[in-house]
């Protein structure tokens, strides 16, 4: 048993995945049929035995339909924890119970338990904008986010741009274009920050883009590149050189 | 993070009941969350309780009611209102622009989207050696202020201690100087004039505000303040808290300014009021720059810098300044000058 608690973490949790009864869990790896990193490292958890599914629905449905019926039967605040509890989270379109304390983050939610790594960890403070994801149509970091505090809200992740037939949204075929990355661990991230401009400013000046891009930090420094891709995107001339004048 | 169970309550009285159930040890209010998730992962906290008022509306709202509305000569601001929001406000933007500019640029669009206006004003310092778990500093019942012998670049040049904070708050000063009011329910008060709202250290080093517990903020309200504006020096463009900011009130007879007020931030404790500002920007034209200068270097009279912060007596002055001069509508004034 890893003693890293990163690691040991999902090892504990991962009731979630199994609830969901998807192997690789939604949207996330293991389609191709091949040993991804992150199953090799979580195998030694999957035994861990799945809870009821009877009591998944109780306590979430009750505090996502809390603020919507002020008036509905019962009364007090709903509550959840500190133990586990099955919720059910709107991610990319699908009803997705999840089982998880209070004390996770939407973005372990999403990456430990569920196993959808587009998201990315890396400040873990909502500073570098590397989990950023839509909520309510809302550009959001993850982690500062909690996963119960997103029952009831429809949460888009990178995993949920492109359309179901696969076809790439306009934002990551522009990326692609335009080699708008190096490392590429914070694209996920401006990507979806992207998608979040164009969505409000479909056609951003560059100025825009600049402002809408200002939560996210790419250390390998590909913003011109990233700039022009976004500009593309929405139908307008690159103008960022190489040297990003 | 510690564990601990998590509470949607529908009303903030329930929120407020919550607040004072004994049967809790640490309950805590969570608005956007931005600051409270940041000290739960810094183990500065641990509540056994989370008390979610992120998304609670006044009893009469309905679904999709406004969270900016102006009525009988006052704006009013929800608590969870966020601060993009609050930044992309029609009300806000020609009612009391000082607002607006004041979180427009604050943290990143991310932390606008969620961070609410009652987290903004009620957020804990940046203090490095205060977000320090293993610093017991005065703040958390140490015996030091580690910032006076220590690293003080961020730290106060007003206040005089003992702790050497300063309020991170944009919206704060800028709210105090619109004659903002924080509404609240849970204690003997219901109505708190943001020069109230916060204390220095010496009145008690542990907290940065007048609430008791049990008080929960429901709403804002403020007095329109259509010549306004806010202006903050900063060492990035993006998250990142200002090195000194300025929030200016005018009311101009021509170019002249015949009232002002003025209330700086990242420079004290508690949003900064300076009467002695307001008073010798009285009677100066917006387009007499010399005049202007000597008007806000009175900012700094009285400051008492720490070793590495003396930068701010500099910084000041020229942040006022150009407060000014976008209140006035001429932005592009602070541009060329130095």
Not at chain 1, 122 to 132: E, K, L, N, Q, T
Not at chain 1, 137 to 155: N, P
Not at chain 2, 146 to 167: L, Q
Not at chain 2, 198 to 203: K, N, Q, T
Request: net charge positive.
């Amino acid at each position: 048993m890893p003693e890293d608690p990163k690691l040991h973490r999902p090892v504990a949790r991962n009731e979630g995945t199994r609830l969901v009864g998807e192997p690789g869990g939604p949207g996330g790896p293991g389609g191709a049929g091949g040993v991804s990193r992150r199953s090799f490292i979580k195998t030694v958890g999957v035994s861990a035995a799945a809870s009821s599914l009877a009591a998944a629905a109780q306590g979430a449905g009750v505090l996502g339909a809390h603020l919507d019926e002020p008036e509905a039967k019962g009364s007090g605040p709903a509550m959840l924890g500190p133990e586990a509890a099955n919720i059910t989270l709107n991610i990319n379109g699908k009803s997705t119970p999840v089982r998880v304390e209070p004390a996770t983050t939407l973005l372990e939610a999403l990456r430990l338990h569920l196993s959808m790594t587009g998201a990315k960890e890396v400040c873990d403070r909502g500073a570098c904008g590397a989990c950023s994801v839509l909520v309510d149509g809302r550009l959001v970091t993850a982690c500062m986010l909690l996963a119960v505090d997103c029952i009831g809200s429809k949460i888009v992740t990178v995993e949920g741009l492109a359309s179901a037939d696969g076809k790439l949204d306009p934002v990551q075929e522009m990326f692609i274009k335009h080699d708008a990355l190096q490392c590429g661990f914070c694209t996920p991230g401006f990507v979806v920050a992207s998608r979040a401009l164009l969505n409000t400013t479909p056609k951003p000046t560059l100025t825009q883009i600049k402002r809408a891009l200002s939560g996210n930090i790419c250390r390998c420094g590909t913003y011109s590149n990233m700039f022009n891709a976004v500009l593309e995107a929405s139908g307008q001339a690159p103008v960022m050189d190489q040297k990003g004048a | 993070m510690n564990r601990f169970a998590f509470a949607q309550p529908r009303t903030f009285q329930e929120a407020a009941t919550m607040l004072a159930d004994k049967r809790f040890s640490l309950p805590v209010l969570k608005g956007g969350g931005i600051d409270l998730v940041d000290h739960l992962k810094e183990g500065l906290t641990e509540p056994d309780v989370v008390i979610n008022v992120r998304r609670l509306r006044p009893g009469w709202a309905t679904a999709g009611s406004p969270q900016i509305t102006e009525s009988g000569g006052l704006i009013r601001i929800e608590a969870g209102t966020t601060l993009a929001d609050i930044a992309a406000s029609e009300i806000i933007r020609a009612k009391a622009p000082v607002l607006a500019q004041a979180v427009e640029y604050a943290a990143s669009p991310q932390v606008r989207n969620v961070a609410t206006a009652a987290g903004n004003l009620l957020q804990r310092p940046r203090c490095w050696y205060y977000r320090h778990r293993q610093t017991e500093c005065l703040k958390k019942g140490g015996m030091k202020c580690f910032a006076v012998d220590g690293e003080n670049k961020y730290h106060a040049i007003f206040g005089d201690g003992p702790c050497f904070i300063v309020h991170p708050s944009n919206l704060a000063p800028a709210l105090t100087i619109c004659d903002g009011v924080a509404h609240v329910i849970g204690g003997k008060r219901e109505q708190i004039p943001l020069a109230e709202l916060y204390h220095l250290p010496a009145r008690d080093v542990r907290s940065e505000n007048t609430l008791e517990p049990g008080e929960v903020v429901t709403h804002l309200t403020c007095s329109p303040a259509p010549v306004s504006g806010f202006y903050a020096v900063k060492e990035k463009q993006s998250f990142d808290w200002p090195l000194v900011a300025a929030s200016v009130w005018m009311r101009l007879d021509g170019a002249r300014i015949s009232e002002a007020r003025v209330c700086a931030g990242a420079v004290a404790p508690v949003p900064w009021l300076l009467p002695r500002v307001d008073g010798a920007l009285r009677g100066v034209s917006v387009d007499d720059d010399a005049g202007l200068r000597r008007a806000c270097a009175v900012a700094v009279e009285g400051a008492r810098p720490l070793a590495d912060n003396k930068y701010k007596l500099a910084l000041l002055p020229v942040a006022i300044r150009r407060a000014v001069l976008i209140a006035a509508g001429k932005p592009q004034a602070t541009e060329v000058d130095a």
